[in-house]
């Protein structure tokens, strides 16, 4: 299942247009699946499972818009090259409103997958089962369940998305009450196909919670053998399904938002302990995010991932519908020297690195090369930068040298390069319009942007710079080691209560040596010795907010914060962080401005993303959140 969810929809599209009428009932509203056909096989069970599968990367989420129009808008991990679209613009600057359909194609997509899910839980394996009666094989039944298991999985993982993106808060303080709203629940109850029926009103934060984490805990009870106990993992080609301990990952982490933390620490010791996973060398972390062709065996044999999304290159277009491959890199592909002034991209060059990330991973923001003949059309970079560059990149000098994870996240102009034909060509700063000095060509002043780095994680490297971006081809990683580390840290932190907690210290080294390149021993000169400091202790360095010179950024401060922070550069998911730790303020301070214009943080409302106007126009009974 691992390669070919969207393969067996388009398989199961061939089908339908072969059968007969029969297939649905025409005497129930909207075409509702008739249960005394269908499903006829476990084939055709199949079917319907592939589907929220297929949805973690549909146009709205992975196959597209995911990345460069949302997630890496809301939460500053790009800028703006382009900006000729005022709904990106918005997002950029967190002043968003229920027209804009950037913000609000994510609910179209997680709610397809909510559907789809609970069509396969509540109609397809009933109705199979029902049909099949005592004929169903004890091979056939166990499949089921399994089966079943991944699908309340697939369910908790779209509501977790919508959770952290569409509720008016998302902590339940104390595992206490929370009845501000959260989303609307399509609980087994509705009728489906009943419009009036599906007009639900939204669900208060505790409800929503609870219901993630009650399909999460029926998930690793299917995915568990009820003749001896084993907990369900997959192999070979079935790699990428769910299996027990992605659903018990993604268990711990919804306890966390009801601060459930024994509960939490227990589900990830299970899985440290039990679960067969190990952190990959750094060269393999580095080289996992790239769908090359090259290192395959480093993304299909992955040891940390718990949850991978499968994207597989093809030769279709996946910006324009179901496919295999994805289109995220297409709006962040990178700009390359093909002998002409300001490069050349493979897409649409939309989005760079925000530049005040550079100095949170501890690359002096100041540095910028040194131009010999600026101004004219035969300018260079002198090789002292690149060479100084370069040592920092690859010494790994902690004292001195930036986080190396910089260099897994970002492609730095002139030391990184492409292929471009047969020849290995170098990465330029990004081009369309930002104001780099070797883009303009002149000197610039202090206040304009000087870096322009491409973003890498998710995008082209080592291969043919040509190659379409709508065909790409690396997976996602929505949960790994690192990450289960990083939350047992949090879990034991939180239950002792103490600064100096040697097993929450010990979980967040272990993601920290990994990063440097350090043997997982104990007592490594670069530790941390405390989860909290009053001053720096973490690479993180960035230069006075201009508006207030005392600023000091909370990821300066906070090991656990930082490490999450750098571990998870770009996957999308450090927006839920700096919810659930309420750092909205802190970032606004952060990245203080983009090429959008200036972020302001004016009321915690701006956490919850508007609810998306077709929604409301739709459902009467749905309520916008505040501050909309």
């Not at 393999?284 to 299909?300: K, L």
Request: hydrophobic letters at 35%; a neutral charge; charged letters at 20%.
């Amino acid at each position: 299942m691992k390669r070919n969810s969207i393969t067996l929809l388009f398989i199961l599209s061939l089908w339908l247009v072969g059968c007969t009428r029969d297939f649905v009932d025409d005497s129930k509203p909207y075409n509702v699946l008739n249960p005394d056909i269908f499903p006829e096989s476990m084939a055709q069970v199949d079917y319907f499972l592939n589907s929220p599968y297929a949805n973690t990367h549909c146009v709205e989420l992975f196959g597209f818009s995911g990345l460069g129009r949302f997630f890496y808008n809301l939460d500053h991990t790009g800028d703006l090259a382009w900006l000729g679209t005022s709904e990106w613009n918005e997002l950029q600057v967190l002043r968003i409103n229920a027209a804009n359909s950037y913000s609000g194609a994510p609910w179209r997509g997680l709610y397809r997958g909510v559907q789809q899910a609970r069509t396969f839980i509540d109609q397809i394996v009933p109705n199979y089962k029902t049909r099949k009666g005592n004929s169903l094989s004890a091979t056939d039944t166990l499949a089921l369940r399994y089966k079943l298991g991944e699908a309340y999985y697939l369910r908790a993982w779209h509501y977790f998305f919508l959770m952290n993106l569409y509720a008016q808060e998302v902590v339940v303080k104390g595992n206490g009450n929370n009845t501000t709203p959260g989303v609307i629940l399509f609980t087994s109850d509705v009728k489906i196909g009943d419009r009036q029926d599906e007009m639900r009103p939204r669900s208060t934060v505790k409800q929503c919670w609870d219901y993630v984490i009650a399909d999460l805990k029926a998930a690793m009870a299917q995915l568990t053998d009820p003749n001896n106990g084993v907990k369900k993992t997959w192999a070979g080609a079935d790699k990428g399904r769910i299996d027990y301990y992605a659903a018990e990952a993604l268990l711990g982490r919804a306890l966390m938002y009801e601060e459930r933390w024994t509960e939490a620490r227990d589900a990830f010791l299970d899985i440290v302990q039990n679960a067969g996973k190990s952190l990959m060398s750094f060269d393999d972390y580095y080289n996992m995010w790239n769908g090359n062709p090259r290192y395959s065996a480093t993304e299909n044999n992955n040891t940390e991932a718990l949850h991978q999304i499968s994207i597989a290159r093809s030769g279709d277009n996946a910006m324009a519908g179901g496919s295999t491959a994805s289109a995220v890199s297409l709006l962040i592909t990178p700009f390359y020297d093909n002998g002409v002034p300001g490069g050349a991209t493979p897409g649409y060059g939309n989005m760079f690195m925000h530049d005040r990330n550079l100095g949170r991973f501890g690359f002096p923001q100041q540095y910028y090369p040194v131009m010999k003949d600026l101004g004219t059309p035969g300018r260079t970079v002198q090789t002292s930068y690149i060479d100084s560059c370069r040592n920092m990149k690859t010494l790994k000098r902690y004292g001195v040298d930036p986080d190396p994870r910089l260099w897994v996240c970002a492609y730095q102009p002139w030391v990184d390069s492409v292929i471009n034909n047969t020849a290995k060509v170098a990465i330029l700063p990004y081009g369309g319009g930002p104001e780099t000095e070797y883009q303009l060509n002149q000197a610039q002043n202090s206040s304009i942007i000087k870096h322009g780095w491409s973003l890498r994680k998710f995008n082209l490297y080592d291969m043919q710079a040509s190659q379409n971006p709508r065909m790409h081809g690396a997976d996602f990683y929505f949960t790994r080691l690192p990450e289960i580390y990083l939350n047992l840290a949090e879990c034991y932190w939180k239950i002792s209560g103490n600064n100096t907690d040697a097993d929450a210290l010990n979980y967040i080294n272990k993601v920290h040596r990994r990063a440097w390149n350090l043997p997982d021993n104990s007592n490594q000169p670069i530790d941390y010795t405390a989860v909290t400091s009053g001053t720096q202790i973490t690479k993180a360095n960035l230069h006075p907010n201009r508006a207030d010179a005392g600023f000091q950024d909370q990821l300066a401060l906070n090991a656990l914060y930082y490490e999450t922070w750098a571990e998870t550069f770009g996957e999308a998911k450090w927006w839920f962080n700096v919810r659930r730790w309420n750092l909205g303020p802190n970032e606004a301070k952060v990245y203080e401005t983009t090429r959008a214009g200036a972020i302001t943080w004016s009321s915690n409302n701006q956490y919850a993303l508007p609810i998306i106007q077709t929604e409301l126009d739709r459902n009467v009974n749905c309520i916008q959140n505040q501050g909309y």
